[in-house]
C-alpha cells in the first residue's frame, strides 16, 4: 500500500513526488512512455525563474534525478484506470497489447499533462515517421539540407521553425491566421531568418507522396487558391489536448476533456487530486505545472494527514 501514486511524471508530477515524499509520504510514480513530459522537446528554456537558459531535456532530467534522490520509485507502466475498494484507491496498470498489474495507494494525483494535437488530416497518421512529427528536436536532424514544414502558430511552432531553420534548407511555417499566437521576439527572429518563409491564412490541406512525404498541399483560407509545397518533412505544432479518457468515470472532465479541478487542485472526488497541463486552467506554462506539483501533494498530503 502506497500512500499516493502519482500518474505522470512530467514536470507536475515529479514536483508533487519531491513535495510527497519531503512530507514523509511514501509515493509510486508511474509513466507510460518517456520521463519528462512536454518540457523535453523544448530546446531552450529561458523563462522558468532562477534559469537563465537550459534545455528541456536538461532541466526533465534534472527534476527527474531530484526526485530520484528523495526516494521517488517510478514504472513506466501505462495507467489505464482507477477504482475505488474497501476506502483504497486500486491503480490498473498495462496497454492494449499487455496487461499489467495492480497497485494500491490511499491517494492519487493525476498529473497527466496533454498530448500532441493532429491536424486531422487523412494519412497524418500512417505518415508518421515518414516525413510527418509532432517534435522538431526529435526528429529535425533526419531533414539536415532539406526543406521542411511546420504547421501551427503558437510558441512551440514557432521554436520548432526556429530550430529547423539551423540545419535545414527552406522552412515554411504555416499558419492559419495572419497574427502569431506566440512570442513577438520569437516571431522577429524568425523574419530575420533567409531561409525562413510564413505562409499566412493559409491550412495544410494535403499531404503528398505515396509512402513517404513529398511535400504539402496548402489552401489560402480566403481566395481558396491551393499551393503546394516541395517538403520532405512537415512539422505539426498545432497544440496539445488532453489525455483523460481513463479517468472519465472517476472525476469530472470539461467539455474538452480537461480534469475539473481548480487552483487548489482538488478534482471533488475524494482523495484524488490533478495537477499540470491535465487539469482545466488558463495558463499552461513550466512553471503552473510545477506550481501545481506543489499545491496537489501538499493537498494530497494534507488529506491524507487529516484520514489518519
Ligand atoms: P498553442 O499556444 O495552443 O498554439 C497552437 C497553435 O496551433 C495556434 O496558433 C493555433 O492557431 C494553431 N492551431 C490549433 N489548431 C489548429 C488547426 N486545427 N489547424 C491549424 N492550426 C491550428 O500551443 P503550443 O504552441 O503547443 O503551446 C502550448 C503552451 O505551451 C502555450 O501556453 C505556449 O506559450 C507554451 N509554450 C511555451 C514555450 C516557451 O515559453 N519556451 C515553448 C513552447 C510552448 P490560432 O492561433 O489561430 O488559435
Same mark, same amino acid.
Given at each position: 500500500?502506497?500512500?499516493?501514486? #502519482?500518474?505522470?511524471?512530467?514536470?507536475?508530477?515529479?514536483?508533487?513526488?519531491?513535495?510527497?515524499?519531503?512530507?514523509?509520504?511514501?509515493?509510486?510514480?508511474?509513466?507510460?512512455?518517456? *520521463?519528462?513530459?512536454?518540457?523535453?522537446?523544448?530546446?531552450?528554456?529561458? !523563462?522558468?525563474?532562477?534559469?537563465?537558459?537550459?534545455?528541456?531535456?536538461?532541466?526533465?532530467?534534472?527534476?527527474?534525478?531530484? =526526485?530520484?534522490?528523495?526516494?521517488?520509485?517510478?514504472?513506466?507502466?501505462?495507467?489505464?484506470?482507477?477504482?475505488?475498494?474497501?476506502?483504497?484507491?486500486?491503480?490498473?496498470?498495462?496497454? *492494449?497489447?499487455?496487461?499489467?498489474?495492480?497497485?494500491?495507494?490511499?491517494?492519487? #494525483?493525476?498529473?497527466?499533462?496533454?498530448? !500532441? @494535437?493532429?491536424?486531422?488530416?487523412?494519412?497524418?497518421?500512417?505518415?508518421?515517421?515518414?516525413? /510527418?512529427?509532432?517534435?522538431?528536436?526529435?526528429?529535425?536532424?533526419?531533414? @539536415?539540407?532539406?526543406?521542411?514544414?511546420?504547421?501551427?502558430?503558437?510558441?512551440?511552432?514557432?521554436?520548432?521553425?526556429?530550430?529547423?531553420?539551423?540545419?535545414?534548407?527552406?522552412?515554411?511555417?504555416?499558419? @492559419?491566421?495572419? =497574427?502569431?499566437?506566440?512570442?513577438?521576439?520569437?516571431?522577429?527572429?524568425?523574419?530575420?531568418?533567409?531561409?525562413?518563409?510564413? /505562409?499566412? !491564412?493559409?491550412? *495544410?490541406?494535403?499531404?503528398?507522396?505515396?509512402?513517404? /512525404?513529398?511535400?504539402?498541399?496548402?489552401?489560402?483560407?480566403?481566395?481558396?487558391?491551393?499551393?503546394?509545397?516541395?517538403?520532405?518533412?512537415?512539422?505539426?505544432? /498545432?497544440?496539445?489536448?488532453?489525455? !483523460?479518457?481513463?479517468?472519465?468515470?472517476?472525476?469530472?472532465?470539461?467539455?474538452?476533456?480537461?480534469? =475539473?479541478?481548480?487552483?487548489?487542485?482538488?478534482?471533488?472526488?475524494?482523495?484524488?487530486?490533478?495537477?499540470?497541463?491535465?487539469?482545466?486552467?488558463?495558463? @499552461?506554462?513550466?512553471?503552473?505545472?510545477?506550481?501545481?506539483?506543489? *499545491?496537489?501533494?501538499?493537498?494530497?498530503?494534507?488529506?491524507?494527514? =487529516?484520514?489518519?
Amino acid at each position: 500500500m502506497t500512500d499516493i501514486i #502519482i500518474v505522470g511524471a512530467g514536470t507536475a508530477g515529479l514536483t508533487a513526488a519531491i513535495y510527497a515524499l519531503r512530507a514523509g509520504k511514501s509515493v509510486l510514480l508511474f509513466e507510460g512512455l518517456a *520521463v519528462g513530459g512536454q518540457i523535453v522537446n523544448t530546446p531552450d528554456v529561458e !523563462n522558468y525563474p532562477g534559469i537563465a537558459h537550459m534545455s528541456g531535456f536538461e532541466f526533465a532530467s534534472n527534476l527527474l534525478e531530484q =526526485a530520484k534522490s528523495f526516494g521517488a520509485e517510478l514504472k513506466y507502466e501505462p495507467v489505464k484506470g482507477i477504482r475505488a475498494e474497501s476506502g483504497t484507491w486500486h491503480v490498473t496498470t498495462g496497454s *492494449v497489447d499487455a496487461d499489467g498489474h495492480e497497485y494500491e495507494a490511499k491517494a492519487v #494525483i493525476l498529473a497527466t499533462g496533454a498530448k !500532441n @494535437r493532429p491536424l486531422g488530416l487523412e494519412r497524418e497518421q500512417e505518415m508518421i515517421g515518414r516525413g /510527418v512529427s509532432y517534435c522538431a528536436t526529435c526528429d529535425g536532424m533526419f531533414f @539536415r539540407g532539406k526543406a521542411v514544414a511546420v504547421a501551427g502558430g503558437g510558441n512551440t511552432a514557432l521554436e520548432d521553425a526556429q530550430f529547423l531553420a539551423n540545419y535545414c534548407s527552406h522552412v515554411y511555417l504555416i499558419h @492559419r491566421r495572419d =497574427a502569431f499566437r506566440g512570442d513577438e521576439k520569437s516571431v522577429e527572429l524568425l523574419r530575420a531568418k533567409e531561409n525562413v518563409e510564413f /505562409v499566412l !491564412n493559409s491550412n *495544410v490541406s494535403a499531404i503528398l507522396g505515396e509512402t513517404k /512525404v513529398e511535400g504539402v498541399e496548402v489552401t489560402d483560407k480566403f481566395s481558396g487558391e491551393k499551393r503546394v509545397l516541395d517538403v520532405s518533412g512537415l512539422f505539426i505544432a /498545432v497544440g496539445q489536448m488532453p489525455a !483523460n479518457e481513463a479517468f472519465a468515470g472517476i472525476v469530472t472532465l470539461d467539455e474538452k476533456g480537461y480534469i =475539473a479541478a481548480g487552483e487548489d487542485c482538488g478534482t471533488g472526488t475524494d482523495g484524488i487530486f490533478a495537477a499540470g497541463d491535465c487539469r482545466t486552467k488558463e495558463v @499552461r506554462q513550466l512553471t503552473t505545472a510545477a506550481a501545481d506539483g506543489a *499545491v496537489a501533494a501538499l493537498a494530497a498530503c494534507k488529506w491524507l494527514d =487529516a484520514k489518519g
